[in-house]
């Protein structure tokens, strides 16, 4: 054929390709993908049931929005943030005075006030800050860090909100860092007062949530000086403890020597009203010291059970409640955007074979390794959660100490991990909807938005995440020590044999059957943990000698942080599997247990630990690949109920392009949403 036939031949076919048009098929109903359709599919119901934590609350807090449709905005992008503030307000005040005590739920029943976090998490994340303040940091300050006369003095204002309170323990040029706050208390005994001082602009309390407007008093952390006991004048500093500050009049007005400063517009979250505040010789009662911990008498005296680094881990120990809230919270986000994603996959059409119907982008493989993998997190972060929420809920019955250390370590490496994944998963779900998720009314922008910061408050990720790294170092001397370990640690146990090297027979194996093992799964996923923490506790030895502690740990920093991920990705898998045993309905176990197994493997996969130590020989990681993506298109299959088993209503939900209604009329809602009938 000569240059000219190419050529001719050429410029033929890609005029057919502009020419040609595809057939449009008379239903916008997904044609059916003919591969992968194995796992069978179960009652969505049975699943919704199995997974509620709180039916009844559910439908109450859900009904009441249902009954206020004025609560619940279509694009939050439109209000100020003035507007946004008094929607909040509206919408605490009405739970409010639909009979719900938030105080009471903190205090007392644990799990309804977590899963509440989680339930309004899409009503308006501002609302499930604001309410955060409120009653987990400001109320839960004032109940832990305090006594009974503050119980009993505080309890009903802060619940009913008729003291809208904040907790000052951010500063400007300190956050993560609290033991190296600056704000001071100092005591005058000449009038039995502490009196309160802003040093100098970097002591200035920022971003403080409440204050801006609404704060009447709040929880103040500063440095409790007194004067030294043996009369010479000078001032004994104790470190940082808690202390309520008076803030504004019954006219909203701030006090004599209380400045506070509006933090303006954030990234999101504009229904906050985070605030900056300073104080110049603010007086308060010695007996506004909240003194579970530590009590100074008439006379300057000082005194504490603890030794001050004890009292200080005891005092930051008591915030944990705290954390819990922000993961289920961010959870609620998490099971929200999935719904979305998938619904939208699932109905969206797009390209398909020559002369044949348009397919759903869902069931494009690249689409299914996006989304499933999701999915399954999705999965285990819930059944993990619900460990978490009864891990707190009996630790704070049986004050049991060795489970209240347990708790702290996971709750802020389940808050970490869940709000960093929650944050990368928004961003690939706006991807996943194209053009459509990029539209306000679908929700993705404000949840992106308003979520971002779920990775720094409470506790930076970072920092959350080297104490969990930290407790397994402590743990792993424990083992040695021969100290007890707790639940959550137990399989360090198994630390020496785990450690050696892998049998050269299990690192070749890829029959199916071994890859979905059980077993074999959870051995991994705990055989690097393992792994990682002998391998950093040999390299913190190494280089504390050369070093020093600070710099040894530096050095060996991010090891010590993949160390932490790994053995939460580890827990992860322990209890989604269990939540797959506990499951009665066959189908929907073969579900759930198709989703712990695409956790783990894609986790093993991913790792090129496993690669470098031999675990995982080449032919078996090819063949681990093979059945993540088999897997990926298995949950295709029945990934429309899984996300319907989250029931969150249409109405909560208010993404058009992820309604409920989607499969049956795709773009109803979304252009009723720009005015179309």
Request: hydrophobic share 40%.
């Amino acid at each position: 054929m000569n240059p000219d036939e190419v050529a001719e031949r050429r410029i033929l076919q890609v005029r057919k390709h502009l020419t040609s048009v595809p057939q449009i098929p008379q239903s916008v109903e997904a044609a059916p993908c003919a591969v992968n359709r194995s796992l069978p599919r179960f009652d969505a119901t049975f699943m919704e049931h199995y997974l509620e934590t709180d039916r009844g609350l559910k439908e109450e807090v859900y009904d009441l929005f249902k009954q206020h449709p004025e609560l619940l905005y279509a694009v939050e992008e439109g209000m100020t943030k003035e507007q946004h503030r008094e929607f909040v307000r509206k919408q605490l005040r009405t739970i409010l005075a639909s009979g719900y005590s938030p105080m009471s739920f903190f205090m007392k029943d644990y799990k309804k006030y977590f899963y509440m976090a989680e339930l309004l998490a899409l009503v308006d994340l501002s609302l499930t800050v604001k309410m955060g303040v409120q009653y987990s940091l400001w109320g839960g300050s004032v109940m832990n860090l305090g006594t009974e006369r503050h119980k009993k003095q505080y309890f009903d204002a802060i619940d009913k909100f008729q003291i809208p309170g904040c907790f000052c323990m951010t500063e400007l040029g300190h956050g993560s860092n609290v033991a190296a706050l600056q704000t001071e208390c100092v005591l005058d005994t000449t009038t039995d007062e502490w009196v309160v001082n802003t040093p100098d602009d970097s002591a200035i309390k920022w971003w403080i949530g409440n204050a801006a407007e609404d704060g009447k008093m709040g929880t103040v952390f500063a440095r409790l000086k007194v004067p030294a006991p043996d009369g010479s004048g000078a001032i004994d500093d104790h470190g940082v403890h808690a202390f309520i500050v008076p803030l504004r009049d019954n006219d909203n007005q701030c006090l004599p020597g209380v400045e506070i400063k509006d933090c303006g517009y954030k990234v999101g979250l504009q229904g906050v009203d985070n605030g900056a505040m300073r104080f110049t010789n603010v007086r308060i009662p010695r007996d506004n010291l909240l003194d579970r911990f530590a009590t100074v008498d008439r006379g300057g005296k000082y005194s504490s059970p603890y030794s001050p680094s004890r009292r200080f881990a005891a005092t930051l120990g008591e915030l944990t409640g705290g954390r819990v809230g922000l993961t289920c919270g961010s959870l609620g986000v998490l099971k929200g955007a999935v719904t979305i994603t998938v619904r939208y996959g699932a109905q969206r059409q797009q390209f398909g074979p020559a002369e044949g119907h348009e397919i759903a982008v869902l069931d494009y493989s690249s689409q299914q390794l996006k989304l499933m993998p999701m999915l399954a997190t999705c999965y285990a972060l819930h059944f993990t959660a619900a460990f978490l929420v009864e891990q707190y809920t009996q630790a704070k019955r049986t004050k049991e100490e060795e489970l209240v250390a347990d708790v702290h370590s996971l709750s802020a490496g389940l808050k970490a991990y869940t709000t960093q994944y929650t944050a990368q998963a928004l961003s690939i779900c706006r991807e996943c909807c194209g053009g459509h998720g990029y539209a306000a009314v679908n929700r993705f922008g404000a949840l992106r938005s308003d979520h971002d910061i779920f990775q720094t408050f409470e506790g930076d990720n970072t920092v959350l995440l080297q104490q969990v790294a930290a407790m397994l170092l402590k743990r792993y001397k424990d083992k040695f020590s021969g100290n007890p370990l707790g639940a959550t640690w137990g399989y360090l146990r198994q630390m020496a044999r785990d450690s050696l090297p892998p049998n050269p027979l299990v690192s070749h194996d890829t029959q199916p059957s071994h890859l979905r093992d059980p077993a074999f799964l959870v051995k991994t996923l705990r055989y690097r943990t393992a792994r990682l923490l002998h391998t950093v506790a040999m390299r913190l030895r190494k280089h504390t000698r050369k070093l020093g502690a600070f710099q040894a740990w530096n050095k060996c920093l991010n090891h010590l942080l993949e160390l932490a991920r790994a053995h939460v990705e580890a827990v992860m898998l322990t209890n989604m599997l269990e939540g797959a045993n506990k499951c009665e309905d066959l189908d929907a176990r073969k579900s759930i247990k198709a989703m712990a197994d695409l956790f783990a493997l894609q986790r093993i996969h991913q790792d090129i630990l496993f690669r470098n130590d031999d675990y995982v020989a080449p032919e078996k990681a090819k063949a681990i690949k093979r059945m993540i993506e088999k897997l990926c298109g298995e949950l295709r299959g029945v990934c429309c109920p899984l996300v319907d088993a989250f029931a969150i209503p249409d109405f909560i939900l208010r993404a058009p392009i992820g309604l409920s209604t989607a499969a049956k009329d795709p773009y109803a809602a979304y252009l009723q949403s720009i005015g179309w009938d």
